[in-house]
T-cell receptor, first 115, second 110 residues
Framework: DAGVIQSPRHEVTEMGQEVTLRCKPISGHNSLFWYRQTMMRGLELLIYFNNNVPIDDSGMPEDRFSAKMPNASFSTLKIQPSEPRDSAVYFC?????????????FGPGTRLTVT | GQQLNQSPQSMFIQEGEDVSMNCTSSSIFNTWLWYKQDPGEGPVLLIALYKAGELTSNGRLTAQFGITRKDSFLNISASIPSDVGIYFCAGTSGTYKYIFGTGTRLKVLA
């Protein structure tokens, strides 16, 4: 079975440019998460979707960040305009949230470098 | 953001040795997850724990949910070179919001 798919795997862009990261969750999962990982702060939850609806976006750093989930098989995280401090690895994870299971399965990540 | 304390931060071991690491929290959790992350890859789920005292194995890996519900342990038996990586714990009190550990970096000497 295919796991979580993310694209691109690497992105290098200049400050001020728009960046769009993409994610395809595991088929059948009803929840999707965007995380950011840095050496200093570890894994931080940016936003959580359940059944394609944003439930918790309290981790989104600022208005430059936005995320959408137009359907159950696709989500995007957009940064506009990008800044050097946005450089990090961005992960998408999906889960089948139900009676017991909150197990989250991560994608391979997108390494973003903003120069 | 908040992170859980993992110990040790890093360790070098000889191939074939057993490895133990732990994760502690100031809060009570009702689910613990253990992940392994290889360089340039995403965390891979190894073991999930749902009940205090629970002991769960996955091959050479065994994890335990501490009885206080504030800690968890991961053991790797007979380590091999491919066990190299960073091991993360993650805990939740029952919601989607996990708190992740600081990670234990494991290096195996052949």
């Amino acid at each position: 079975d295919a796991g979580v798919i993310q694209s691109p795997r690497h992105e290098v862009t200049e400050m001020g440019q728009e960046v769009t990261l993409r994610c395809k969750p595991i088929s059948g999962h009803n929840s999707l998460f965007w995380y950011r990982q840095t050496m200093m702060r570890g894994l931080e939850l940016l936003i959580y979707f359940n059944n394609n609806v944003p439930i918790d976006d309290s981790g989104m750093p600022e208005d430059r960040f936005s995320a959408k989930m137009p359907n159950a098989s696709f989500s995007t995280l957009k940064i506009q305009p990008s800044e050097p401090r946005d450089s990090a690895v961005y992960f998408c994870a999906s889960s089948l949230v139900g009676l017991r299971s909150y197990e989250q399965y991560f994608g391979p990540g997108t390494r973003l470098t903003v120069t | 953001g908040q992170q859980l304390n993992q110990s040790p931060q890093s360790m070098f071991i000889q191939e074939g040795e057993d490895v133990s690491m732990n994760c502690t929290s100031s809060s009570i959790f009702n689910t613990w997850l253990w992940y392994k992350q290889d360089p340039g890859e995403g965390p891979v789920l190894l073991i999930a724990l749902y009940k205090a005292g629970e002991l769960t194995s996955n091959g050479r890996l065994t994890a335990q949910f501490g009885i206080t519900r504030k800690d968890s342990f991961l053991n790797i038996s007979a380590s091999i070179p491919s066990d190299v990586g960073i091991y993360f714990c993650a805990g939740t009190s029952g919601t989607y919001k996990y708190i992740f550990g600081t990670g234990t970096r494991l290096k195996v000497l052949a």
